[in-house]
Nanobody, 119 residues
């Protein structure tokens, strides 16, 4: 069964950086490389929101709140999707998840990885 596992979160001061990693399994590399992948985040009491998308074709897209600070990338050979986060702010605090998009084809949600931005 296909699944994703996120890692790389932690506690960081405002202005700091983190790199999140999402490793997919249960599918071949040939399948993974054609799957659009995305990062989401969810803060307590709020709905899960889309942060960044790496499509099969075309340009990557970002939520307005992270443009210029976050970068999504992927390594198809490793079936891994990354989220490089810089200039982190307290309101970036959330549990971060990755999944394929559209969500109508989503894998089971992973545990996510907690990012806390605080002085």
């Amino acid at each position: 069964q296909a699944q994703v596992v996120e890692s790389g979160g932690g506690l960081v001061q405002p202005g700091g950086s983190l790199r999140l990693t999402c490793v997919a399994s249960g599918m071949s590399r040939d399948i993974f490389k054609i799957i659009p992948m995305a990062w989401f985040r969810q803060s307590p009491g709020l709905e899960r929101e889309l942060v960044a998308v790496y499509p099969r074709n075309g340009a990557v897209t970002y939520a307005d709140s992270v443009k210029g600070r976050f970068t999504i990338s992927r390594d198809n050979d490793e079936k891994t999707t990354y989220l490089q986060m810089t200039d982190l702010r307290p309101d970036d605090t959330a549990v971060y998840y990755c999944n394929r998009v559209p969500l109508t084809s989503a894998y089971p949600w992973g545990q996510g990885t907690q990012v806390t931005v605080s002085a």
